[in-house]
Nanobody, 118 residues
Framework: QVQLVESGGGLVQAGGSLRLSCAAS????????RGWYRQAPGKQRELVAT???????NYADSVKGRFTISRDNAKKMVYLAMNSLKPEDTAVYYC????????????WGKGTLVTVSS
């Protein structure tokens, strides 16, 4: 059993910053915590940023230059520093992990809400 818990969301004005964290618990030896997705009201869930074990990062075009992903491999944690936030960044942000023993299996947290006011 694996649990992912996101934290750090909240209400911020446009131009502000937030830092999200994702902590894993349970059978963390079987997971690779990879990154962040988000889902805005009425829209599909979309990739925000992922980071591979070796540190190679991938960002959505909409957040490049504003968001920075980082991870702590030992603690199985992943972070997302979000700067210059825009109202269109408003969404529920979800942490994602892959199961390293079961191909195709993913785990998700319950999400943390980020609201950016204009």
């Amino acid at each position: 059993q694996v649990q992912l818990v996101e934290s750090g969301g909240g209400l911020v004005q446009a131009g502000g910053s937030l830092r999200l964290s994702c902590a894993a618990s349970g059978d963390i030896g079987r997971i690779d915590v990879r990154g962040w997705y988000r889902q805005a009201p009425g829209k599909q869930r979309e990739l925000v940023a992922t980071m591979a074990w070796g540190g190679l990062a991938n960002y959505a075009d909409s957040v490049k230059g504003r968001f920075t992903i980082s991870r702590d491999n030992a603690k199985k944690m992943v972070y997302l520093a979000m700067n210059s936030l825009k109202p269109e960044d408003t969404a529920v942000y979800y942490c994602n992990a892959h199961d390293i023993f079961s191909y195709g299996m993913s785990y998700w947290g319950k999400g943390t809400l980020v609201t950016v006011s204009s």
